[in-house]
Structures are given as C-alpha cells and as structure tokens.
C-alpha cells in the first residue's frame, strides 16, 4: 500500500507542478522571467512553488 500511496503523491505534485509551469509560459512576465520562474520550479520544486505562489506573476 505505501507504494501506491507515495506513487499517487508523486502524480499529484507532478501536475501541480506542470500546472505551474503552463501558469507561467502564458502569463504576461517578460520572457527571462519567464526562464527564471520555470527553472526555479524544476531545479527547487517545493521552495519554488511556494515563492512562486506568494511572488509569481499573476495573470
């Protein structure tokens, strides 16, 4: 049962994650932002997301 339990959470914090990432490909951020935000997501992908959440660009 533990592995299905840690392969479920690893499913939902990926789409959390690439939903994320989709966010800020199409928000209105200038393009080297965009970069930074992306990589931050994947190199620091829980500190990312949650700086992302509070400072991201929204919209």
Same mark, same amino acid.
């Given at each position: 049962?533990?592995?299905? *339990?840690? /392969?479920?959470?690893?499913? !939902?914090?990926?789409?959390i &994650? !690439? %939903?994320?990432?989709?966010?800020?490909?199409? #928000? #209105?951020?200038?393009?080297?932002a965009? !970069?930074? %935000?992306?990589?931050? &997501?994947?190199?620091?992908?829980? *500190?990312?997301?949650?700086?992302?959440?509070?400072?991201?660009?929204? /919209?």
């Amino acid at each position: 049962m533990g592995i299905e *339990v840690g /392969g479920l959470l690893g499913l !939902i914090w990926l789409i959390i &994650l !690439i %939903w994320a990432i989709v966010k800020v490909a199409k #928000s #209105s951020a200038g393009t080297f932002a965009k !970069i930074l %935000w992306i990589l931050a &997501l994947l190199i620091f992908p829980l *500190v990312g997301l949650i700086i992302w959440l509070l400072m991201g660009p929204k /919209g």
